[in-house]
């Protein structure tokens, strides 16, 4: 299990406040997740995605030792949200019950489905760009598990990876005899 760290940004109590019936507790898939108190209908926003939006340059920089971040990546691909709300709490699963929405650089979580009173709100992070020697392991116990949080397009260019790079070793192994 990963080790869970502080963040560079000491949690704003205040900024944490989101819609009454979203609470932070307990989550069999990791060890805080998001739930709802409230029945919610499909197509319904449920929260956004708040925090300062900041350079992928500067979270590397803030981030760099931190194996658990909140950062969101937006689309234009240059910016990411460092994660600071009850979004920021919501879990990843393969079978989520919300999904993530950009509109006009802004982040939405939007039930998928409808969900009931009591349900963890999750979402499929996609993850992308992570370290290869990062596998991002998923724990969400759906039947259709990837088995990684990282997107379906993120694991076949990560394959293509390590093929590169155990290539490269075998190269390299033959250089030296
Ligand atoms: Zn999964």
Known sequence: MPQSTPRKFERDARKLAGPAHLVIGHSKIDSE?????APIKKGDVVVEYTGPRITIKQADAFYDDH????????????????G??????????CDPNCEADEIKGRV?????????????????????????????????GADNCRGS?????????????????????KKAGRARA
């Open 149 to 169: 949080m990282y997107s379906e397009e993120e694991l076949v260019r990560r394959a293509k990876a390590f093929r590169r790079r155990s290539l490269r070793k």
């Open 84 to 93: 600071e709300g009850v979004a920021a709490f919501i879990n990843h699963s």
């Open 33 to 37: 997740g998001c739930h709802t108190t």
């Open 108 to 140: 939405w979580i939007i039930a998928a489905r409808d969900i009931q009173a009591g349900e963890e709100l999750t979402y499929d992070y996609n993850l992308y760009d992570g370290d290869l020697d990062d596998p991002s392991p998923c724990s969400c």
């Open 67 to 82: 194996p658990r971040t909140y950062l969101f990546g937006l689309t234009d691909g240059k910016h990411v949200i460092d």
